[in-house]
């Protein structure tokens, strides 16, 4: 689900129990948040409501009467706010297109492992034929392959890459896991060879169709799984 559809389901109705709706706001904390904060004004607004009126009293009586109608409507209203939200969003993301400079690959590759812990603790099997068929789905990429598995495949995700569509993959070899990133070519992306941070340790490299961003905590796991993706990746 993307952050649009995700904003407004969330604006309609912040405690839905819809499994997708509660899935694309695990994904995110800021995302959480953003639900905990609607959720909230909810209960401010249904406090607000809650008027004791004294009995016999007309004018009480009156206001009460209101008070339930603009209860009733409370939803339509919500997904008024909702609708003018996308909007903002809308045009918030296509002046955000326009301002779109250069990528720094290796610094949204660490990013991408720290935002998905969980990747790096699957232990599924990715076929090849699977591999392949999504890697086929990027743009630019409907003909590249992999000829042979690169190491075992153990998670399998797509990501994006600042609007780029791209693959998550994390191989197992004896070295350990390795996260590889294959992100369609662009012009705007910066690829460094070599890139690290305190924890992990990153290898960059081009081919016809993609970059290939690899990243590990072991410089030789590192190299082995760059040395199956060169070999394998047509």
């Known amino acids: 689900m993307d952050e649009l559809e995700f904003r407004r389901r969330a604006y309609g109705d912040p405690h839905s129990q819809e499994p997708e709706f509660l899935s694309a706001m695990q994904e ?18 249904e406090k607000a409501l809650k008027v004791d009126v004294p009995e016999g009293l007309a ?13 009733s409507q409370r939803r339509r209203t919500r997904y008024l706010i909702a609708m003018a939200a996308s909007v903002a969003f809308v045009v918030g993301v296509s002046f955000g297109v326009l301002r779109f400079g250069p ?27 699977d591999l392949n068929a999504s890697l086929a789905s990027l743009r630019g990429l409907e003909h590249a392959r992999f000829e042979g598995e690169p190491g075992q495949v153990v998670f399998k995700a797509y990501c ?14 004896a070295g350990g896991k390795v996260t590889l990133f294959i992100v369609p070519i662009e012009e705007r992306m910066q690829l460094e060879t070599q890139f690290a941070d305190a924890k992990y340790q990153g290898l960059g490299f081009k081919t016809k169709e993609a970059f290939m961003l690899l990243v590990g905590e072991q410089g030789s796991a590192l190299k082995e799984a760059a040395k199956e993706v060169r070999q394998r990746f047509i």
């Open 28 to 45: 995110s904390p800021a995302r959480e948040q953003f639900v905990a904060e609607l959720k909230s004004l909810d209960r401010r607004v």
């Open 59 to 71: 004018d009480k009586l009156i206001l009460r009467q209101q008070l339930t109608a603009h209860h």
């Open 103 to 129: 990528v720094d690959l290796g610094e949204h590759a660490l990013a991408h492992v720290y935002h998905e812990p969980k990747a790096l603790l699957s232990d599924s099997t990715v076929e090849l034929a």
């Open 160 to 173: 994006d890459f600042r609007g780029v569509r791209s693959l998550h993959l994390v191989l197992e070899n």
